[in-house]
């Protein structure tokens, strides 16, 4: 069986929130950092300090994805390196956005009017 390109990590104990894991090279864990209220200043000033993120939006809630550990190191080399680690970034962003919404329809089917993210 193939393992997932994209996996939940959380460590309930430790309260570090959740992360998204990408399993294919390059191998990283992606912070998932939760700015629904941040402002817009805070927005800018915060993602200032990341050189590769990527945001969506679901219902509302706004997300942002960073790298946080890499297991293999990156190369920008060329600017098709660059697109390439962009398009890893939007489909994470989008497995994510899929990941919130699966959650919700099952807290719906289970009778609960919403799913919350521990971040």
């Known amino acids: 069986m ?3 390109k994209f996996m939940i990590a959380e460590n ?7 992360w998204v894991l990408h399993t294919r090279k390059p191998a990283m864990l992606l912070r998932v950092i ?8 805070d927005r800018i000033e915060n993602m200032k300090q990341f050189n590769v ?7 509302g809630l706004h ?3 960073v ?3 890499l297991f293999h190191e990156i190369e920008l080399k060329t ?10 970034m939007r489909r994470a962003a989008d497995w994510w956005h899929a990941y919130i919404k699966f959650e919700e329809k099952n807290a719906q089917q289970l009778g609960s ?5 521990d971040l």
């Open 2 to 4: 193939k393992t997932s």
């Open 53 to 59: 993120y990527s945001l969506t939006e679901v219902n």
């Open 113 to 117: 009017n919403e799913f919350n993210v």
């Open 79 to 88: 600017q098709r390196d660059a697109d390439q680690l962009a398009g890893l």
């Open 12 to 18: 309930p104990m430790a309260n570090s929130g959740e």
């Open 63 to 65: 997300f942002l994805l």
């Open 34 to 41: 939760d700015i629904t209220d941040w402002s817009d200043a």
């Open 67 to 69: 790298p946080g550990i």
